[in-house]
């Protein structure tokens, strides 16, 4: 027997509002963004029709952002004993949920950037243009430590990396010295 899905609380819109609003600001569909939202505070993996039901969008819309959030990695699809519609849940820890973002935005964004620096800095035309070799240049070997960086702090468990962001300045003045 299916559950009928209770109306959203103000608190629960308020966020799906807000979470699809910041979305926009990403670069994110508002819609996919909404979505995703009201999965990640769902205590239970929703169905395709509830979700459209929910967030007053048509059926055709979820379809198309479950995919991309899909694509993603941070939502799945689950089966429900008793049930034949397919179920969807956002991933629910929020440092899982940081690393699938970040490492989507790499691949997407960032790898394909880095490789377009190389890219010009192997051309001998560069050569020919002292000022915007040492540009390119720079901006590469930003890329390269920030990637490089990512790629080993990606590892570390969700204790640490909380802890290490708490360090603030007491990260800065260890490299620094006291006097910063």
């Not at 055709?60 to 008793?82: D, F």
């Not at 960086?149 to 300045?169: E, H, I, M, N």
Request: some cysteine; aromatic content about 8%.
């Amino acid at each position: 027997m299916q559950e009928v899905m209770k109306p959203l609380t103000p608190i629960q819109e308020k966020f799906i509002l807000h979470w699809g609003e910041m979305g926009t600001r990403w670069g994110i569909n508002r819609t996919v963004a909404q979505i995703h939202a009201l999965l990640f505070i769902s205590p239970k993996p929703l169905p395709a029709e509830d979700i459209a039901a929910a967030l007053a969008v048509a059926r055709s819309n979820v379809s198309t952002s479950l995919k991309e959030l899909q694509g993603w990695g941070i939502i799945k699809l689950v089966h429900v004993m008793g049930d034949k519609r397919d179920h969807f849940e956002s991933l629910k820890d929020v440092w899982e949920l940081f690393r699938h973002v970040l490492d989507e935005r790499k691949r997407r964004e960032v790898d394909p950037t880095l490789a377009m620096l190389r890219e010009c800095l192997a051309d001998k035309e560069v050569g020919e243009d002292p000022y915007v070799k040492a540009r390119l240049g720079e901006l590469r070997d930003l890329f390269e430590v920030t990637t490089s960086w990512y790629d080993q702090v990606r590892l570390w468990p969700a204790g640490a990396l909380v802890k290490f962001a708490k360090l603030g300045d007491k990260a800065l003045r260890f490299v620094m010295g006291p006097k910063t």
